[in-house]
């Protein structure tokens, strides 16, 4: 059974908010920054050996290993010697037994830390994916939800002092990858790290965001959530906001205080509202504030908001800050679009934009390992390119706080899929009632931790997800889709919900469907549309002056990263051939027909691995731009074009993304970034 949260008092930790203790209300301290130790067994092992006094065990098969929190088993025992790189040629079959293992993570509390009479939590914002937490060797908990925050009360088993605390992670789920069915997903671990098309099987256990201790007075009134939203004026630099606090009693003394502060140091509001009053929340309007605008269309102004609780006697009791920015959306309808299509359109404070960007996939399958510095540069890089949307796709993980604070400052829009995803054998999402309980637990966790966020655009169901039988896009009719659709109009309603990505009448676009108005948001292709009597680039063409969708939220063109970065990583195997038969290649044989189409167009296979290499990304360069150049200029007659994918988790030698595993851009997005700092044409409904 899944763990029972304590929604109140996460919400904070959640929301991405920062919270300030005071000393007659306790502290929070960064258990992340002790220092951990990692011990592996057989599974089970640890039960029957190891001391948590002493941190020994004479039977594990792996002991006393460094290990930072946040942070993988794979990654410290990479940097113990104790692995291969996974990431060259195919040593990520050789870590698979790390899967069949328990994990132990070890760290001693300081006495410090521990006060009588208090209440005392850990707080864990992120564990892959199930097990055991323990205090002095006793169990506090369990755990099961890789996209669930996790608080356990410790202080029944807490002593004086010599405290020690122990996260054990069993195996995780045997199998969740590409190949499955949907329906079926009984685990909520990120499935992508079990193989996709452009990534091998890297399965990660551990810490994946950071670990709290809270030690607070029960008796202290508390704002448990903060529930915070923004509006502007369509067309002038006028907004609202609203702040709604959860867990207050009504009849609290004393009063909140609420500050807006501009960038600059600005000040824009400062009043203070009795404590019983604020209960109900309030909401202010009229406020003069600068609108935030997408990346290319103006500027990104931010501002920081705190609330300060204060008892009867004039003391701090809590403070909670988040930064918030003003915007208006309103979808409207694509030119041309049936009557009954849905609006893909988007309007930024009364400006209506091409929405061009691509598709996020997680930056590493180790990615709690991953730092601040990781996501800036990725998100820098995309900026200066001219994106202004990143679709963070439903087969991920919850992202790092680190991803929407920066796309807030760079005026990247986001939209969010739930973690579900397309599977191939069946792509119908889980009806179960247990399984829509787990989503509605996962679906708050996100709309808290994410929906304050200026950069935020669209919530979504998950990738891909059809009726069965693949004939139509799922809707609200589905049970799971219905409760998502609930949760955002209850918890985030000024913000659009999508059933799925695609969505509308139809799931991809074709030849075959075109001009009969059935092609709202589209996927596809992920190859060149070539016809059955033309195999050039006229036939590309021709595609795209026929297409006829209103949204193209997945279009692909496979290219190779670059023959200096195949050497690099193919390992031990020849460069070539890349075919079935070349291991190295075969793990990506999604898109191995580009070795085949070599032979047949030049007739003959590449003596050279340059020659390939150039071809193949040749190829990707011109059919990418003529999709997305006649699509910019179709605007308005279709909302906007996303490219799946943007960057790679793994260096693999063939697949759609355009910025390879180092972050190198593909020679594609040189003549992407023309298109995409282009002007589109004027909005003429």
């Known amino acids: 059974m899944k763990q029972k949260m304590i929604w109140a008092f996460l919400a904070w930790l959640i929301s991405g908010c920062t ?14 920054s002790l220092e951990w130790r990692l011990w592996g067994y057989r599974q089970e092992g640890w ?50 037994w790390i899967e069949n293992r328990s994990w132990v993570f070890v760290a001693r509390i300081p006495d410090s830390w521990i006060e009588k009479n208090k209440q005392i939590c850990l707080l864990f914002k992120g564990l892959d994916d199930n097990g055991t937490v323990l205090v002095n060797g006793k169990p506090a908990g369990t755990f099961n939800n890789a996209f669930l925050p996790y608080k356990f009360d410790i202080a029944p088993l807490l002593k004086e002092n010599n405290n020690t605390l122990a996260v054990v992670f069993n195996p995780p789920p045997r199998y969740l990858g590409q190949v499955y069915w949907t329906s079926r997903i009984r685990d909520w671990k990120p499935r992508f790290y079990y193989g996709w098309d452009w990534i091998p099987r890297i399965v990660q256990i551990g810490i994946w965001d950071d670990v709290l201790l809270e030690v607070k007075d029960e ?50 509001m400062d009043e203070r509202v009795p404590a019983a009053v604020f209960t109900h929340g309030k909401t202010w309007e009229g406020l003069k504030v600068r609108r935030w605008w997408p990346n290319g269309s103006g500027e990104q102004p931010l501002y ?43 309007s930024v404070n009364n400006k209506p934009v091409f929405l061009q960007g691509i598709d ?75 399984e829509i309980a787990v989503m509605s637990d996962i679906a708050h966790s996100y709309l808290q931790k994410y929906k304050h966020h200026v950069a935020m655009l669209l919530w979504c169901g998950g990738n891909e997800l059809y009726e069965y039988g693949d004939k139509a896009a799922v809707t609200t009719r589905h049970k799971m889709i219905r409760m998502l659709a609930d949760a955002v109009h209850a918890e985030d309603p000024s913000t659009r919900f999508v059933p799925g990505s695609p969505s509308g009448m139809n799931i991809w676009g074709g030849r075959d469907n075109f001009g009969k108005g059935i092609n709202w948001d589209t996927h596809g292709p992920w190859t060149l549309p070539f016809s059955e009597q033309d195999s050039t680039m006229n036939a590309v063409v021709e595609y795209w002056k026929a297409d006829d969708a209103l949204m193209h939220s997945e279009v692909g063109v496979p290219g190779t990263m670059s023959a200096a970065m ?69 605007f308005p007659a279709t909302g906007g074009f996303i490219i799946w994918m943007g960057h790679d988790a793994f260096p693999a030698p063939v697949n759609t993304s355009i910025i390879d595993f180092e972050g190198n851009l593909k020679p594609v997005v040189r003549e992407l970034k023309k298109i995409w700092l282009a002007p589109a044409p004027p909005y003429r409904p």
């Open 47 to 96: 039960r029957s050996d190891f001391d948590f006094s002493t941190f020994r065990g004479g039977k594990a098969q792996h002991r006393d290993i460094p290990v930072k929190v946040p942070g993988s088993v794979n990654k410290a025992l990479l940097d113990a010697g104790i692995i291969k790189d996974w990431n060259i040629g195919t040593n990520y079959n050789e870590e698979e």
């Open 304 to 346: 920081t908001l705190v609330c300060s609780l204060t008892d009867a006697q004039g003391n701090i009791t809590q403070q909670l800050t988040r930064r918030v920015g003003f915007k208006h959306i309103s979808w409207l309808p694509a030119k041309g679009a049936p009557t009954a299509a849905d609006p893909w359109i988007c």
């Open 360 to 434: 996020w996939t997680p930056i590493r399958p180790n990615f709690a390992d991953l730092r601040e510095s990781d996501y800036r540069k990725l998100l820098q890089t995309y900026k200066d390119l001219g994106l202004n949307i990143i679709r963070v796709w439903g087969g991920g993980f919850p992202e790092k706080d680190w991803l929407f604070d920066i796309c807030d400052e760079l005026g990247i829009m986001i939209q969010q899929d739930f973690p579900l995803s397309s599977s191939g054998l069946d792509n119908y999402p889980p009806e179960t009632p247990d």
């Open 19 to 32: 919270i300030k203790a005071f000393s007659q209300q306790g502290a929070l301290h960064n258990a992340s």
């Open 566 to 634: 195949i050497n690099k990583y193919r390992g031990s195997y020849p460069a070539m051939p890349a075919g079935e038969n070349n291991p190295y290649w075969n793990e990506f044989n999604w898109w191995l027909s580009d070795w085949s189409m070599y032979v047949k167009e030049r007739g003959n296979k590449p003596q050279r691995l340059e020659d390939f290499v150039n071809w193949s990304q040749d190829r990707q360069t011109q059919g990418l731009a003529i999709a997305l150049k006649s699509c910019k200029n179709r």
């Open 219 to 268: 008796k202290q009134p508390q704002i448990a959530q903060l529930n915070v939203t923004t509006t502007a004026s369509e067309t002038a630099d006028i907004g609202a906001l609203k702040i709604v606090p959860e867990g207050l009693h009504p009849f609290l003394e004393g009063t909140a205080r609420i500050t807006l502060k501009s960038n600059d140091g600005i000040t824009v």
